[in-house]
């Protein structure tokens, strides 16, 4: 599987792999309003990006979790 991200002899990077694309940076989250910011943007990629027509349709987000109570296709740690 790993053979699958490996980088072309093209691209001129330190690391031999890449999962993620370029142009994100991680962050931590240090407030309930810049964790609720965080989980809305999250839960609106899909509908902003004309997937679905509401964070509900994708089966693949919290968005279900915290808002349906919904654990049936991904269950997970609620965040305080």
Do not use: C
């Not at 053979?3 to 994100?24: D, E, I, K």
């Not at 962050?27 to 990006?49: C, D, F, I, Q, T």
């Amino acid at each position: 599987m790993l053979a699958r991200f490996v980088l072309p002899p093209t691209v001129h990077s330190h690391a031999h792999h890449r999962v993620w694309q370029t142009g994100g940076y991680d962050m931590n989250v240090w407030s309930r309003k810049k964790l609720l910011e965080k989980l809305n943007y999250m839960h609106n990629n899909p509908v902003r990006r004309g997937l679905v027509s509401e964070p509900g349709e994708w089966p693949w987000l919290s968005w279900r979790f915290y808002y349906r109570q919904d654990s049936s296709i991904l269950r997970m740690d609620p965040v305080p």
